[in-house]
């Protein structure tokens, strides 16, 4: 499928035309996309008098280190709802779990069964009478402040770029970054899950919005690397060596699949060589110490080198 030497052995002087946008350098904890839908949905809940935000995620999830940060920083409470009872018995030795319970989140285990009803009105009335009243923010952060957050990623200085290219977790950011593209422009998604859902769920918020949507885009799912938190060898290979070349580090669900399906593409003629790419960092590092601690624990060699 790939030239896998070709990918990894990659340095970006070969391509001048692509630019990084560093979103994941706003915040240390905060950062990336996290922050960006995060900001009007705390907004959001000030004005309405809430001081508990409550929300989904799993194990590693990028979004419970952000609620979880942006909690403490800008004084709520945090209520994070985790994916397996299990972990509830290894808090400690679950990097971001252990960041986001010192950062004052309370969390809330279930099992995965229970999990899947997250958007059910039943179980969000059960929290209530629990918790108290709350800002309910959705799993992955995704709605429509968060896509309107997402708008912001690009301004008026990246008109000149032909290309915009983001991972896809929830769809929200790939939304907003369409919604403020220019129709010159071409956006590109790397989907993290297997599957071609995630089209319908974007043109569906889309349609939510009422402004004329004139970029072009689309999903490229060849880069998921087996799916969801799947990787390979030949993918940590190329995260390690796109630090060494580049001092840039990218993570193992998102950004380096999204950056190695790129350069990938540019190797193969699917992209031309000419064209001006904007990569979007949309952050995601804090999952790499999750990442490196469960591999050590299952006796794989492939760390990412930090």
């Known amino acids: 499928m790939f030239n896998l030497n070709a990918v990894i052995n990659q340095d970006l002087k070969q391509w001048p035309n692509i630019t990084i946008k560093r979103e994941d350098a706003i915040h240390p904890d905060v950062s990336g996309n996290k922050y960006r839908k995060l900001h009007l949905n705390l907004d959001a809940a000030k004005k309405q008098g809430k001081t508990t935000l409550l929300t989904f995620g799993g194990a590693y999830s990028n979004h419970i280190a952000a609620t979880a940060a942006a909690g403490a ?154 799916g969801y938190g799947k990787t390979t060898p030949e993918l940590i290979a190329f995260i390690n060596a796109f630090y060494r070349t580049e001092g840039i580090l990218l993570d193992p669900i998102y950004t380096g699949k999204m950056v190695f399906g790129i350069i990938d593409k540019l190797n193969r003629g699917y992209l031309n060589k000419t064209q001006k790419i904007l990569i979007i960092h949309t952050g995601g590092l804090q999952g790499i110490a999750g990442f490196n601690a469960h591999q050590k624990s299952t006796n794989k060699q492939d760390i990412i080198i930090l």
Not at 187 to 192: E, K, L, N, R, S
Not at 196 to 221: G, M, P, R, Y
Request: charged share 20%.
């Open 73 to 226: 920083l800008y004084g709520f409470k945090t209520i994070g709802v985790i994916r397996g009872e299990e972990l509830a018995h290894s808090v400690n030795l679950n990097p971001t779990l252990s960041f986001a319970a010192n950062s004052g989140m309370t969390l809330h285990f279930v099992s995965r069964d229970m999990y899947r009803n997250k958007n059910n009105e039943q179980m969000i009335a059960q929290l209530a009478k629990q918790y108290g009243e709350f800002y309910l923010i959705p799993e992955g952060g995704t709605n429509l402040l968060a896509i309107e957050g997402c708008r912001s990623i690009l301004t008026h200085e990246d008109a000149a770029f032909d290309v915009i290219a983001t991972a896809v977790g929830t769809g929200g950011t790939i939304t907003g970054i369409i919604q403020s593209a220019l129709s010159h422009q071409e956006v590109i998604g790397f989907p993290a899950l297997r599957g071609d859902f995630l089209t319908d769920e974007i043109k569906a918020w889309l349609d939510k919005d009422a402004i004329e949507v004139l970029a072009k885009w689309s999903l490229n799912h060849h880069y998921h690397f087996g």
